[in-house]
């Protein structure tokens, strides 16, 4: 059945250059109620509301219950493979939807409440999670009850669920936090992957840590503000708050900062792989270095270059320059660049998108705050399924997978849509913060500060040079002198961050000034609340410099390399493009409108801003340049996360589809061997869901079976990994042939 929609729009929707329009739009009708996967969903992401923000655990979750909805659903389909729990039903039942929505339904109450059992809003999430089950008709005693070999839906649902729980109690996330990677003491008896954490690439790279840089108002008692002498600005340096509330309004303990997500170097993935558990899932190289006593860098020039970028970005924010964020003027970059200039025209429509104006200032402010945790505060990859549900709600979507073939019905779509999209976010988060874990970069707050402290380092010859200093840029950082400081001198008066006020200019001469955000006005509420005073850039201290964010925030708990934002953004967006075979979405525009007045870090903006972005990729490269405008990235690690998020999202979803196209079963296996004495170890790469049976051959004609290698929920030979392994010791002085057989059942 079709539905056709007239709309008299005005131009943004479709992006046309006319203020009226009147268009015929004919998609596929809609149901009109959202599929049982679509519910559990939104539940969830009720739920990471009112948690407190972990980005690589929430995309675990995603992750997760997208699993136990696939398996669900996979149970009643004769081609696909279940992920985890591969139980194919038959005889079919009569009425295989309502089968699935009840298997889906028990399967994701069940892995709901054993993730939200306790924590932040718990009470409400559990209660949540009873209300919609009954709601839809189903039985929480049921639910909460013990499993049964019954093959009803409800119990198919219940054994998914727990499945899923017992795996992900063995992924490697649930493990201990690691606390030596806090610590400069190096135990001899601690497990290399722990050691790591404190040596870093296997003793390299040092990763003690740094002193914690004191940043709350009023400064956290006995914190250290200034650097010691054996700070190493090329690590991450956790900061001090007196009092701390994340993003999304929940107060937390205040003090020294604690590395969240810490575990994530040894947390199974979907579909990334790697030969060496000691390193990063896919390594891009480390982040660019200062040079510092005993540990010259050839990256000083690039390092410094990042440091001033993040500087010209925050004495911007409140430029009245009038710029064209629209599709047609902004975005269309090519992968790991900003260099692009816009769309030519709409490709849906085939004409021109109309301008949409909006100062530098607002803008650049309202990117920084729109895209740090989510509109709603559903972390990054929380807001990238908000983003896939409302493309799912379009009436301009049509539901073909890769935009080919039959139109699937709603809970089809959701269910293959959560599966690509979770595993790429969830691997993003893998690949990621094993390189946050591997690398320990420093954040903008550390880099710029330690550098404003040493002085200039453009000219050797002017006053206050330092090899380790800050470049100068006139109107962006410069040095203090009895000119500048002169009555009408731009540095007549300098802005103290500590006091909120002016102090006279001539009693810090010298010394480095930069024209910045001079951080929240500390007579507004702490987060989430609509800010009621506006704080514009001005000349202040170098050594005091502030991200644009809450001032019971300031910076992530834990290291800056690679950017989180930048790669969950564009392994979503690579998930979404391939998921509907088009890089735009429905009708060629996709926006959000921010209200005048409605910003929580500071009054603002001036004027509604209209985001807007013509495909996914646009999208996901405002999500990545939102963090340099809110000083919480260089560029560095901003574009080379778009190309890890790119590598990332495209394997993630070519890994989902073969398993609901069931070709998981044909992939040929290819066998590492490796001789040990008189035993031969074969090792191979395993999938999830499926049975692998070893055969071995002496003449490659007659193969028998040596030994069945069950994988159906575990991770593999090696914990964080996903290989599987069987040591032959029965081989000796024989010419012995090996082959994996990959099945969906015994």
């Known amino acids: 059945m079709t539905q056709c929609i007239t709309r008299f729009a005005d131009l943004r929707f479709l992006g046309v250059g006319f203020s009226i329009l009147a268009t015929f739009l004919c998609a596929p009708a809609m149901k009109a109620d959202p599929s049982a996967a679509r519910e559990w969903n939104e539940e969830l992401l009720a739920a990471i509301r009112r948690n407190v923000p972990n980005p690589p655990g929430h995309a675990r979750n995603l992750f997760h219950l997208a699993v136990s909805m696939y398996d669900g659903w996979a149970a009643y389909d004769a081609t696909a493979v279940g992920y985890i729990y591969n139980e194919h039903i038959s005889p079919l039942p009569a009425d295989i939807e309502a089968a699935r929505r009840e298997a889906i339904s028990y399967a994701a109450y069940r892995v709901l409440r054993g993730r939200f059992a306790t924590g932040a809003g718990s009470v409400t999430s559990l209660s949540s999670f009873d209300a919609k089950l009954t709601a839809l ?16 839906p409800a119990e198919l649902g219940k054994r998914i669920g727990d499945a899923i729980l017992a795996w992900g109690g063995a992924d490697g996330f649930t ?25 870093g690439n296997n003793g390299q790279f040092p990763t003690r840590t740094n002193m914690p840089i004191g940043v709350g108002i009023p400064l956290l008692s006995n914190t250290a503000q200034q650097y010691t002498a054996d700070t190493d600005p090329n690590f991450w340096q956790p900061l001090a708050l007196t009092a701390s509330v994340s993003q999304n309004g929940i107060p937390t303990p205040g003090g020294i900062q604690t590395f969240v997500g810490v575990q994530s170097l040894a947390t199974t993935p979907f579909s990334l792989t790697r030969t060496d558990r000691l390193k990063p899932w896919i390594d891009i190289g480390p982040p660019s270095r200062l040079s510092v006593p005993g540990k010259p860098s050839t990256t000083d020039k690039d390092y410094k270059a990042q440091a001033l970028d993040v500087l010209k970005k925050s004495a911007e924010l409140n430029d009245p ?52 945790d989510g509109p709603n505060s559903e972390t990054p990859p929380g807001h990238w399924h908000v983003l896939a549900n409302q493309v799912s709600d379009n009436p301009l979507t049509i539901k073909k997978i890769r935009g080919k073939g039959p139109v699937v019905n709603n809970l089809e779509w959701d269910v293959k849509s959560y599966f690509s999209l979770a595993g790429a976010v969830h691997d993003a988060a893998c690949a990621c913060w094993s390189l946050k874990r591997y690398y320990n970069g420093p954040r903008p707050i550390t880099m710029i500060r330690f550098m404003g402290t040493k002085g200039q380092s453009s000219d050797p010859a002017g ?10 840029e006139p109107g962006v950082a410069e040095v203090i002198t009895a000119t500048t400081t002169a009555p009408g001198g731009k540095h007549e008066h300098i802005w103290d961050v500590y006091s909120n006020a002016y102090s006279p200019g001539f009693i810090y001469l010298g010394t480095m000034a930069v024209y910045s955000w001079p951080a929240e006005n500390p007579t507004n509420l702490p987060a989430p609340s609509i800010a009621t005073h506006q704080s514009t850039v001005r000349w202040m201290l170098a050594k005091d ?24 953004s564009r392994a979503a967006a690579e998930a979404l493009t391939l998921l509907t075979g088009t890089e735009s979405f429905p009708g060629g525009f996709h926006h959000h409108t921010i209200a005048a007045s409605s910003m929580q870090i500071d009054l603002g903006p001036s004027a509604a801003v209209d985001l807007q972005w013509g ?14 405008w809110g000083g919480i990235h260089p560029f560095e690690d901003d574009f080379k996360s778009r190309i890890l998020g790119s590598q990332v ?50 003449d490659l004609v007659k193969w028998s079976n040596a030994n069945t290698y069950s994988l159906s929920y575990a991770n593999g030979a090696i914990p ?9 010791r029965s081989s000796a002085g024989e010419k012995t042939f090996y082959r994996i057989l990959r099945s969906t059942s015994p």
Request: net charge negative; aromatic share 12%; hydrophobic share 40%.
């Open 720 to 728: 964080g990994d996903t290989g599987g392994a069987w040591i032959d």
């Open 615 to 628: 495909t996914y990729y646009d999208a996901a490269d405002q999500a990545g340049q939102s963090r340099r």
């Open 649 to 698: 999202g495209i394997s993630a979803f070519a890994l989902a589809e073969k398993y609901w196209n069931g070709t998981i079963a044909d992939e040929l296996i290819q066998p590492q061997i490796t001789l040990s004495g008189s035993s031969v170890l074969v090792t191979w790469q395993s999938a999830r869901g499926m049975v692998h049976k070893i055969q071995t051959s002496t």
């Open 137 to 152: 008709g189903y039985s929480t005693s049921v639910g909460q009850g013990p499993l049964l070999t019954a093959a009803t």
């Open 175 to 199: 493990q201990a936090a690691y606390p030596e990677a806090y610590t400069a003491v190096v135990n001899p008896n601690m497990d290399p992957l722990r050691a790591m954490s404190v040596l």
């Open 321 to 372: 320059t009038v710029l064209d964020i629209s599709p047609g003027a902004y975005g269309n970059n090519p992968l790991g660049a900003d260099s692009g200039t816009g769309h030519p025209v709409n490709p849906v429509s085939g004409l021109p998108y109309m301008a949409n104006l909006a100062t530098r200032g607002d803008f650049t402010r309202v990117l920084a705050e729109f895209w740090a």
């Open 545 to 568: 410099w502030l991200p644009f964010q809450r001032k019971t925030f300031v910076t992530p708990a834990f290291p800056g390399y690679t950017s989180g934002h930048s790669t969950f």
């Open 463 to 472: 006053p206050s040079y330092d090899p380790q200093g800050l470049l100068v």
